[in-house]
């Protein structure tokens, strides 16, 4: 079973790599796929470069078997559609089962994706809760969950895809946005991002650092 964890790591930080990796252990997932987006559809455009995001997302998960970055959207023009890349990679891994990754405040924002009820079609969908964080329980979303809706994340593997999960992970309250404003104003990001990610951030001169740098 393959997961796939889209986002524009922009820059890639300990807020994304320590829910997925507790999901590949938990759920059993072979490997996650981590897919930089290239027009966000959702959001303004990165501040870093493709080309700066794949190093630092290549630097973060080297030699660490759980994670491979896939890079099928930097090769696609137009928005980067959630759809279009399952689909794509439904037509690689045909019987395959494939999870899609995403938190709770997207899922709350889910039925605003492109076509989105055909999502499924291709891949599950693995919602990462946390507490306080609720499932809407009314409309269009609430009928959806009922629909899909699975308890074990066991059954994920009977099925190629169309199965939505609910798994709790440790979210940490760290934020791309953040982490830019922190390297802005010439103060240290450590312990926010891997060690790794920052040398590529500083070598690369990315969001204002100047000449600062971490211990």
Same mark, same amino acid.
């Given at each position: 079973?393959?997961?796939?964890?889209?986002?524009?790591?922009?820059?890639?930080?300990?807020?994304?790599?320590?829910?997925?990796?507790?999901?590949?252990?938990?759920?059993?997932?072979?490997?996650?796929? =981590?897919?930089?987006?290239?027009?966000?559809?959702?959001?303004?455009?990165?501040?870093?470069?493709?080309?700066?995001?794949?190093?630092? =997302?290549?630097?973060?998960?080297?030699?660490?078997?759980?994670?491979?970055?896939?890079?099928?959207?930097?090769?696609?023009?137009?928005?980067?559609?959630?759809?279009?890349?399952?689909?794509?990679?439904?037509?690689?891994?045909?019987?395959?089962?494939?999870?899609?990754?995403?938190?709770?405040?997207?899922?709350?924002?889910?039925?605003?994706?492109?076509?989105?009820?055909?999502?499924?079609?291709?891949?599950?969908?693995?919602?990462?809760?946390?507490?306080?964080?609720?499932?809407?329980?009314?409309?269009?979303?609430?009928?959806?969950?009922?629909?899909?809706?699975?308890?074990?994340?066991?059954?994920?593997?009977?099925?190629?895809?169309? =199965?939505?999960?609910?798994?709790?992970?440790?979210?940490?309250?760290?934020?791309?946005?953040?982490?830019?404003?922190?390297?802005?104003? @010439?103060?240290?990001?450590?312990?926010?991002?891997?060690?790794?990610?920052?040398?590529?951030?500083?070598?690369?001169?990315?969001?204002?650092?100047?000449?600062?740098? @971490?211990?």
């Amino acid at each position: 079973m393959i997961g796939l964890f889209g986002g524009t790591f922009d820059p890639v930080h300990f807020g994304h790599l320590r829910p997925a990796l507790e999901l590949q252990q938990s759920i059993g997932l072979d490997v996650v796929r =981590l897919l930089p987006s290239h027009v966000p559809p959702h959001r303004s455009q990165p501040h870093a470069s493709p080309q700066q995001r794949l190093a630092m =997302l290549r630097a973060a998960v080297a030699d660490d078997p759980a994670f491979t970055v896939d890079t099928r959207e930097f090769e696609r023009e137009g928005p980067s559609y959630t759809l279009h890349t399952l689909k794509s990679l439904r037509a690689e891994m045909a019987g395959t089962s494939l999870s899609l990754l995403i938190g709770m405040d997207a899922f709350r924002e889910f039925s605003s994706w492109h076509r989105w009820r055909e999502i499924l079609d291709y891949s599950h969908l693995v919602v990462m809760t946390r507490p306080g964080k609720l499932p809407p329980e009314q409309g269009e979303l609430a009928d959806f969950v009922s629909l899909h809706r699975v308890a074990d994340a066991t059954t994920l593997k009977s099925r190629a895809s169309g =199965l939505l999960l609910f798994h709790p992970v440790t979210q940490l309250e760290i934020s791309g946005t953040e982490i830019r404003k922190i390297l802005a104003s @010439g103060k240290r990001a450590d312990f926010l991002l891997p060690k790794s990610v920052l040398e590529v951030i500083y070598s690369e001169g990315l969001y204002a650092t100047g000449k600062q740098h @971490g211990g």
